[in-house]
């Protein structure tokens, strides 16, 4: 089953691509600084916290220069968030198409997400930017980005599906998600490094499986390689919330039209 739906997904992938572009048009249309607000709003977080944790409180940062420490993790934090947030309601936003055309639903939470991947594309210049005002080598360990980012994109994924099928049959989570996402960033090291967490805890914390993938960005920006430890219990939690989730998602598709 599995399998075909993929085979299903694939035969569909140019609806993908034009919807996807469609939800980056639309991002920003009658905007005048248009993409520029994917730098804009990250950049302006940035000075926020490093103004707070960077000079007033002075928040360890592992010998890095606090807006490089705080920018490294906000990157991937922002990519997933706003694709969440943009993904879970794609469905009920969307209720004209969703009960008129057929075509398989997992599109329209897909389609958020590349939009989202976009937006972080673009905002990853200005990390390339801090990396040479605060002369930050470039380091053979970004190699690793790729790994990173697929593994966060099963995981976006996982959370979407499982996300936009709930969502209509029970519309109160439109205000769960925003909330979630809030509490869910400190619980994260965003703002503050790892090695923060008590030592009796770390465990337990690493189970938030965006805290490994922080953490590993991190690393590799230092030039090291992710701690295998954390990215497998990482995998170990991704891998069956995404198969969870899309499956979940697929089961309940068949009654989305009825119950929107």
């Given at each position: 089953?599995?399998?075909?739906?993929?085979?299903?997904?694939?035969?569909?992938?140019?609806?993908?691509?034009?919807?996807?572009?469609?939800?980056?048009?639309?991002?920003?249309?009658?905007?005048?600084?248009g993409g520029i607000w994917a730098i804009l709003q990250p950049f302006?977080?940035?000075?926020?916290?490093t103004l707070i944790f960077g000079l007033i409180?002075?928040?360890?940062?592992?010998?890095?220069?606090y807006p490089v420490f705080f920018y490294s993790a906000l990157l991937p934090w922002t990519f997933f968030s706003s694709a969440v947030?943009?993904?879970?309601?794609?469905?009920?936003?969307?209720?004209?198409?969703?009960?008129?055309?057929?075509?398989p639903r997992e599109v329209l939470p897909m389609?958020?997400?590349?939009?989202?991947?976009?937006?972080?594309?673009i905002a990853a210049l200005l990390y390339f930017v801090l990396l040479v005002i605060y002369q930050v080598p470039?380091?053979?360990?970004?190699?690793?980005?790729?790994?990173?980012?697929?593994?966060?994109?099963?995981?976006?994924?996982?959370?979407?599906?499982?996300?936009?099928?709930?969502?209509?049959?029970?519309?109160?989570?439109?205000f769960v998600v925003p909330l979630g996402l809030q509490l869910w960033?400190?619980?994260?090291?965003?703002?503050?490094?790892?090695?923060?967490?008590?030592?009796?805890?770390?465990?337990?914390?690493?189970?938030?499986?965006?805290?490994?993938?922080?953490?590993?960005?991190?690393?590799?920006?230092m030039g090291k390689a992710p701690a295998w430890e954390y990215l497998l219990l990482e995998l170990a939690i991704i891998l069956p919330l995404f198969l969870l989730g899309y499956l979940y998602f697929k089961s309940k598709e068949a009654f989305f039209a009825d119950i929107i």
């Open positions: 089953m599995f399998i075909q739906n993929m085979q299903e997904l694939y035969r569909f992938r140019n609806l993908l691509w034009i919807w996807s572009f469609r939800e980056i048009r639309i991002r920003y249309k009658q905007s005048i600084l302006s977080t940035m000075l926020i916290f409180i002075k928040v360890p940062s592992d010998d890095i220069p947030s943009a993904a879970i309601p794609s469905l009920v936003g969307n209720l004209n198409l969703v009960t008129k055309i057929y075509f389609a958020s997400v590349v939009a989202a991947f976009v937006d972080f594309l470039i380091r053979l360990s970004l190699l690793w980005l790729p790994v990173l980012l697929i593994i966060q994109i099963l995981l976006t994924l996982g959370v979407s599906f499982l996300g936009a099928a709930l969502i209509v049959a029970y519309r109160d989570i439109r960033m400190y619980l994260c090291p965003v703002a503050y490094p790892l090695s923060s967490v008590p030592d009796q805890l770390r465990f337990l914390y690493m189970l938030n499986p965006m805290a490994g993938i922080i953490e590993s960005y991190r690393r590799i920006l």
